[in-house]
C-alpha cells in the first residue's frame, strides 16, 4: 500500500484490517498460522502514529520488514521482524503474533529502533531468518 492507501485507510474510520503482506511457509513453522497472510487493524494503525510517532509514510516499511527484515523468534507465538530502511535512514521493528482462536496473524508493534535496540536483540535472541550460515 502506498502512503496514500494508508491515508485513505486511517480516514475511513472503520474497524477494519489491511494485509500487509506474507510470511513463508518456513517462518509460518515458528507461529503455526491457518493462513500465513499478515494484516494489521486499523487501532493498531492509528496507535503506531499516535503513540509511537510514525507517520502515513512510515506506513509502507511494515511491508519491509516483513519481506526483507531480519527475523528473531523472541517469544512463543510472536515473531519480530528488524529492519533498516534505506529511505528513511532508521531501523524498524515490526512483531507479529499468531492469535489463538482464529489462528490468523496480526501486527502486535510496529516502531523505530536506535541502533543499540538493534544490536541488543542481535545479542539476546537467535536469527531464524535469513537462516544463519547459507
Not at 25 to 36: F, K, Q, T
Not at 70 to 98: N, P
Amino acid at each position: 500500500m502506498t502512503p496514500g492507501d494508508w491515508q485513505r485507510f486511517l480516514q475511513s474510520g472503520q474497524r477494519s484490517e489491511r494485509p500487509i503482506g506474507r510470511i513463508s511457509a518456513y517462518l509460518n513453522g515458528y507461529l503455526e498460522a491457518s493462513d500465513r497472510q499478515v494484516r494489521v487493524g486499523h487501532e493498531y494503525v492509528r496507535k503506531a502514529i499516535e503513540k509511537h510517532g510514525l507517520t502515513i509514510e512510515h506506513l509502507p516499511v511494515m511491508a519491509e520488514a516483513l519481506a526483507a527484515g531480519e527475523v528473531y523468534h523472541d517469544r512463543g507465538r510472536d515473531l519480530t521482524f528488524v529492519h533498516f530502511s534505506a529511505e528513511h535512514q532508521r531501523w524498524f521493528q515490526l512483531t507479529i503474533k499468531c492469535c489463538t482462536e482464529r489462528r490468523r496473524l496480526y501486527v502486535k508493534t510496529f516502531h523505530g529502533l536506535a541502533i543499540g535496540d538493534v544490536l541488543r536483540k542481535r545479542k539476546l535472541y537467535q536469527v531464524v531468518w535469513p537462516i544463519p550460515g547459507q
